[in-house]
């Protein structure tokens, strides 16, 4: 069945690094790929949408990448801030999403 | 500013009841969405509706069943409720293939 995973669970960072957090996917070729940011108890917040003919996508300090032949999408915060940590969930697919558990980002100052 | 409402942030209920979740969105989008989120194995779409009275097995939907009558308004119906079915549920509305926007949650506790 399609997947989507998020090989770490945590990534705990000092202020000011860049964070990068990875995305694979396996059993299908999802058209987009969709990065979200979840607070504790809240519902996730969508952050950026990437399409599979783009591989590049920036917003702010977030940048984020799709490659297809890794089957694979880099997530990056830039310049990291305290008011960043948080766990963000990447998806795949058109209208119906696959999520992943996320990685939930720690930034110390 | 967009918006999706669920009718209950915290929800108590005792194994066998039957529990209904109501979610709302105010933007006239085509598609809603039904997940459930627990640790560790990252939202799981329960069931989802791209029209009114139109509806599509997600995941997981063993459970549970859904409805909606109106555009706006997605219900989600626990039957018979059981304690493995102790979750957060988020509902979600999209307009096509655009990003869904999340209401803040439901946190029900079955006992």
């Known amino acids: 069945s399609q997947k989507i995973e998020q090989n770490s669970e945590a990534l705990n960072i000092q202020e000011g690094k860049t964070a990068t957090l990875t995305c694979n996917y396996t059993n299908y070729s999802p058209a987009y790929l969709q990065w979200y940011r979840q607070d504790p108890g809240r519902g996730p917040v969508f952050l950026l949408l990437?399409?599979?003919?783009?591989k590049e996508k920036r917003k702010e300090r977030l940048k984020v990448t799709f490659d297809t032949t890794l089957k694979q999408s880099l997530f990056h915060i830039t310049a990291s801030q305290p008011a960043d940590s948080a766990t963000y969930l990447c998806a795949g697919g058109d209208y119906k999403l696959s999520f992943g558990a996320g990685t939930t980002v720690t930034v110390r100052a | 500013d967009v918006k999706v409402t669920q009718s209950s942030r915290y929800l108590v209920k005792r194994t066998g009841e039957k529990v209904f979740l109501e979610c709302v969105q105010d933007?006239?989008?085509?598609?809603m969405f039904w997940y459930r989120q627990d640790p560790g194995l990252g939202l799981r779409l329960i069931y989802f509706?791209?029209?009114?009275?139109?509806?599509e097995k997600g995941d997981i939907p063993e459970g549970y069943s859904v409805s909606r009558e109106k555009k706006e308004r997605f219900s989600l119906i626990l039957e018979s409720a059981s304690t493995n079915q102790t979750s957060m549920y988020l509902c979600?509305?999209?307009?096509?293939?655009?990003?869904?926007?999340f209401g803040p949650g439901t946190r029900l506790t079955v006992l």
């Open positions: 990437i399409r599979e003919n783009e």
């Open positions: 933007m006239d989008h085509e598609n």
């Open positions: 979600a509305s999209s307009q096509g293939s655009n990003e869904q926007f």
């Open positions: 509706s791209y029209d009114v009275k139109m509806k």
